[in-house]
Every structure is written in C-alpha cells, then in structure tokens.
C-alpha cells in the first residue's frame, strides 16, 4: 500500500513540524512533532501512527512505545530491523481483536538513553558505593554505559506524563483515562515501560514488557542492581485491579541473562495479588534480543492488554 505522509500543526504551543523523511507504512499514516523540546529530556522526535481509517469522530486508545525510530520501517534503522508495529496492529485491527489505537513512538536519545531508561528510585535506593560502581561500569565494546551522565528516568516520565500526554489528548481524538492509555518497550525500554506504570498507575492503565533488562547493565555476577529492582516492585507494582503487566523473553543472547531472574519477578507479582487475568510471563525459545524476535511476538502483549 502507498505510503501516506501527514503533517500536523500545533501552534498553540509552537512546535515546528517540518518536512522530512519519514518511515515507510504498509497501513495507516505516520506524523511527526519534530525534536520537540522538552524541559525535562533531550529534544526528540515523536512519531505518531494513525491507523487505517483514523477518524476525529471516533475514539481511540493510547499506546505509548519507547525506542520510537525502531517501529517501523527497517530501512531507516541503525540495524535494518523494525518492529513494523503497523504491520503487527493492523490484522488485529480489522479482525476486531483488540481496541482501536493510536501510537505513540517516542524516539530515544542515544546518548541519554540508558540514564532516560534506568529506573532512578531501584538506583537511589543502592548504596553510595555501588551506585559509583555501576557509573563506571562498561559495555562490551569498552564504552561507558551511562557515557559519564547521572540516571534521568523520573524526569523521562515527566516529559511522557507532563508534555507529550496533553499534546495527544488535545491533538488526537482519544480516550483519556486509564483503561485506554498503555505503555510499551523492550529491553531498558521494557524496564521504563514497567516504572511508568508502577510510579503513575492512575496514567498507564498496562505495560508491556519485552526482555526486560533486568541486569541494568551487562553482567549479572556480582551485581547488586537485579534485587534493587526486585524489592522496588516488592512496595510499588500498581494494583492488579486496576492494571495490567506483561512481561516475556527469549533464550538467545543478551535474553539468555533473564531465564535466572525472570521468575523472581514472577513470584513477586503472585504475592502481590496478580493472576492471568492481569498478568501473563511467556518465554520464546530460541527467539534473541533484537526487533526481529519483538516483532514476531508483539501481538501477544496486544491481544492481552488491549483485547476487546
């Protein structure tokens, strides 16, 4: 299907949309705010996709992705891989599966978004010692992880909250409560989508967590970052009346580090109340840590948290 190239004008708060190549869509059409500035993050991009049909008399859901310029045309990723998030909601669209949506793709930064991800209250709650230890940890490739910044995440979800939030509601004809608004990401972005709605319950009404990094950084031995998180949830998971939580993860590669801690989290989510009906944990096997093996799999995490 051709692709159809909107742009949208928000003058009461002087944005400036400007024409410039945008991903590819096999359904639906894609808008962009442009390195919206924020004073909470770095200036970003946020793409928006409408689906098939869109229309301002009808009311649609909200989901919110972290990782933006990985959802949808692999051609205008760093690793030629997408999750083509269009071609995964659209089926499920017309076969009445699920709520009729919005997404909202939230473009990281590639130099903030390990400290824009890491949950900032697991991290504070670590003692002086680790927290240095963590700052000066590396990836493989020698680069620090953090690139010498300190951990931004609860002013990430202020600019999700305070600033990109309202901009929808007012530009887009959707629900504004919390049954329709979800959040969405893998890997860090697994690990934001679960502390959104764990820090703003009455906002994000579900999370989907794909290979949630657990480890934070790179290493499981010896670091202490996995239990910090855990007795974070242990005071902060939502109430599973209320909302719903999925998490899943692969046995290759980086996703080979979470079959140990995984269940952790699982038997923390039991005693707090949670059951199928607000919470499911699946394991892929053989699937890896990469946009093929999310994409394969993304409508499993749609059929449960935004099933009609």
């Not at 910044?149 to 004809?173: A, H, M, Q």
């Not at 290979?211 to 949830?233: D, K, Q, R």
């Not at 919470?279 to 993304?298: A, L, Y």
Request: proline share 5%.
């Amino acid at each position: 299907m051709k692709k159809i190239i909107t742009f949208i004008s928000l003058s009461l708060l002087s944005l400036s949309i400007k024409a410039q190549s945008l991903p590819e869509v096999v359904s639906g059409k894609i808008e962009r705010i442009t390195q919206f500035q924020s004073k909470y993050v770095t200036a970003r991009n946020i793409d928006i996709w409408l689906p098939e049909g869109y229309s301002p008399t009808k009311k649609y859901s909200v989901l919110y992705m972290n990782d933006g310029q990985m959802l949808f045309d692999a051609n205008m990723t760093w690793n030629k891989q997408s999750w083509d998030v269009d071609d995964v909601v659209t089926p499920l669209l017309k076969e009445n599966k699920i709520q009729d949506l919005i997404v909202v793709g939230i473009w990281n930064d590639s130099n903030t978004r390990h400290i824009d991800y890491f949950p900032q209250k697991p991290f504070e709650s670590l003692t002086q010692q680790q927290q240095d230890s963590i700052y000066n940890s590396n990836r493989t490739n020698g680069q620090k992880v953090f690139n010498g910044k300190t951990i931004n995440s609860d002013n990430y979800l202020k600019f999700l909250v305070e600033e990109i939030r309202p901009i929808i509601n007012k530009s887009y004809s959707v629900y504004k409560d919390v049954k329709h608004t979800f959040i969405a990401g893998s890997s860090m972005g697994g690990l934001i989508s679960l502390y959104a709605i764990c820090e703003y319950p009455k906002i994000f009404g579900g999370a989907a967590c794909l290979s949630t990094h657990w480890p934070g950084i790179f290493t499981v031995e010896n670091n202490p970052i996995p239990n910090a998180f855990f007795s974070y949830l242990k005071t902060h998971l939502p109430n599973p009346k209320s909302n719903k939580i999925y998490f899943d993860y692969g046995t290759d590669t980086l996703d080979a580090l979470y079959k140990s801690l995984q269940p952790k989290v699982d038997e923390i989510m039991i005693s707090k109340g949670f059951s199928k009906t607000n919470w499911i944990t699946k394991k892929f096997e053989g699937d890896d840590h990469s946009e093929n093996s999310w994409k394969r799999r993304f409508d499993v995490p749609l059929r449960f948290l935004m099933r009609k």
